[in-house]
């Protein structure tokens, strides 16, 4: 089963030519046979990630967000907190797997990140670092199998459906 996934940057610093974190997530999620319906970079501002989160959450199309950079611990850094916000659903799951994945990565650098996820208006939502090594490790070990409707015991795709529900 195909996913549709956006993709948003979160930089002050990057371009769509330059975005090497975007640009391994865009690889991967063709590799993997998704479709990706839009990618867009936003400077690290609030209001201008909720708004594009927003937007995007409305559209029937889009299944899956992930964002990636504003997760780390400056003051820059609010892409959690702009998820906070909108969010109907946290899954505290994912940032606690990918933390435990991180450490073999960074070693004990692993507890600056704030990788997390969230369900919105039936949309998952991922927040990924802004590190090369950090979306490659988010997609390879945890989204790559959650995103895949044969990985089992269970994954995120079968739950589609059922992420409306009252």
Request: with cysteine; hydrophobic share 40%; proline share 3%.
């Amino acid at each position: 089963m195909k996913v549709n996934i956006a993709l948003l940057t979160v930089t002050d610093t990057r371009t769509i030519e330059n975005d090497k974190s975007g640009a391994i997530l865009v690889k991967k999620i063709q590799e993997a046979n998704h479709n990706l319906i839009e990618r867009k970079i936003c400077k690290d501002s609030k209001i201008q990630i909720k708004k594009i989160l927003k937007d995007w959450i409305k559209i029937k199309k889009i299944d899956v967000i992930i964002t990636t950079g504003g997760t780390g611990l400056t003051g820059r850094d609010i892409t959690p907190e702009a998820l906070e916000e909108i969010a109907d659903k946290h899954i505290p799951g994912f940032g606690e797997v990918f933390r435990n994945i991180s450490l073999e990565t960074v070693g004990t650098s692993s507890i600056q990140s704030r990788a997390c996820a969230i369900l919105a208006n039936g949309k998952y939502i991922f927040a990924l670092p802004g590190s090369s090594g950090g979306v490659t490790d988010a997609w390879d070990k945890i989204l790559v199998h959650q995103l895949d409707i044969n990985h089992k015991p269970c994954n995120f795709v079968e739950l589609f459906p059922r992420l409306k529900e009252k």
